[in-house]
């Protein structure tokens, strides 16, 4: 609606990127096939790489967006969907019975505690589930909420931090997100070279030159 695809994914193909071509394979298979274009949320791509032995846990407190959730997955037997707060529904489900999982973690940010509420969800998780890889989404709107943020992770008793973040304008004091990131705990294996290949990428084709920037390091080792 806000045109906001024609400077992102648009720009993107298999051709350009064969290290996206899975994620670019499962966008173009949600699409209606009728002229129109739709991006399929994070739920719809996750369950696509779900495997036979893998379950999947939704949590959405906006009344309207948990009922199209319930809607796409009623008869998928391996995805629950929840109207509860998702952070307080991650401690009810660590650790798993398989000990291993994949944590994403989507805030809003619209209220400035939410900062500091995601990091002490993580620390309670982690402290019950140590082993999970838990990937938290950021917005770069305020540079110093941002480096607060990083600061608790670095401070902490937390191993094995990396972060990948991607800005196509420079900070700014402006009202809008100029970047977004990822803070990943216990990342798989070789993300890092594959981020640090496909990032500068993405930063070359997603704005011009002077103004978009990347960055793929280690916030804490293990």
């Known amino acids: 609606k806000l045109n906001e695809a024609s400077n992102g994914i648009d720009r993107l193909s298999q051709e350009a990127f064969p290290e996206l071509k899975s994620f670019l394979e499962t966008v173009e298979k949600h699409q209606p096939g009728n002229g129109s274009k739709y991006y399929p ?24 967006d948990f009922e199209e959730l319930q809607k796409l997955f009623e008869y998928n037997p391996h995805v629950q969907v929840r109207k509860e707060d998702g952070l307080k529904g991650l401690i009810k489900q660590v650790p798993p019975p398989s000990r291993r999982g994949l944590i994403l973690i989507d ?9 500091e509420t995601v990091f002490r969800a993580i620390q ?22 941002v480096q607060q943020l990083e600061n608790r992770f670095i401070k902490s008793d937390i191993r094995d931090i990396q972060r990948f973040e991607l800005g196509i304008r420079p900070d700014s004091e402006e009202t809008g997100m100029t970047a977004s990131g990822m803070i990943v705990i216990n990342p798989p294996w070789r993300l890092m070279e594959k981020m640090s290949e496909v990032l500068p990428k993405l930063e070359s084709s997603l704005g011009n030159a002077e103004a978009t920037f990347s960055r793929c390091d280690v916030l804490v080792g293990e």
């Open 41 to 64: 949320g994070s739920p719809l791509i996750a369950q696509d790489f779900l495997r036979p032995q893998d379950r999947a846990w939704l949590y959405e407190l906006h009344p309207a």
């Open 107 to 115: 805030p809003s940010y619209e209220i400035k505690t939410d900062y």
């Open 124 to 145: 309670h998780a982690h402290r019950r589930f140590a082993t999970g890889t838990y990937a938290l989404w950021y917005p770069v709107v305020d540079r110093e909420r």
